[in-house]
């Protein structure tokens, strides 16, 4: 079974930090770009940032520029989302997702680009 599986969500007061992970089982990430989105209560799904298969291209949201980075470790089948300086509109339920073969670019913001999503994983940012 194909499935990804997010994980590290919290509660985290404003200026800190959390390291959100997506580990995938079934399949390997290796092949595929990987984005993370967010929902908060109320509004639209939101994409926030994308790494490249390789590892070599990342994108990031303006919302969250200079403060996320996104890694990945495709010996374990995982990618990171490391959020600092968090802020309470970083609240959000936070997916990862799994492009379409080597596809990149700013397509990539397009949720339309992803076949496989997880769970979520809910970041709560307040004092």
């Known amino acids: 079974q194909l499935q990804l599986v997010e994980s590290g969500g919290g509660l985290v007061q404003p200026g800190g930090s959390l390291r959100l992970s997506c580990a995938a089982s079934g399949f390997t990430l290796d092949y595929y770009a990987i984005g993370w989105f967010r929902q908060a209560p109320g509004k639209e799904r939101e994409w926030v940032s994308c790494?490249?298969?390789?590892?070599?291209?990342?994108m990031f949201a303006d919302s969250v520029k200079d403060r996320f980075t996104i890694s990945r470790d495709n010996a374990k089948n995982t990618v990171y989302l490391q959020m600092n300086s968090l802020k309470p509109e970083d609240t959000a339920v936070y997916y990862c997702?799994?492009?379409?073969?080597?596809?990149?670019?700013?397509?990539?913001?397009?949720?339309?680009?992803?076949?496989?999503w997880g769970q979520g994983s809910q970041v709560i940012v307040s004092s």
């Open positions: 790494i490249s298969s390789s590892g070599g291209s990342t």
């Open positions: 997702a799994s492009g379409r073969g080597t596809d990149w670019g700013p397509l990539m913001m397009d949720p339309e680009e992803y076949d496989y």
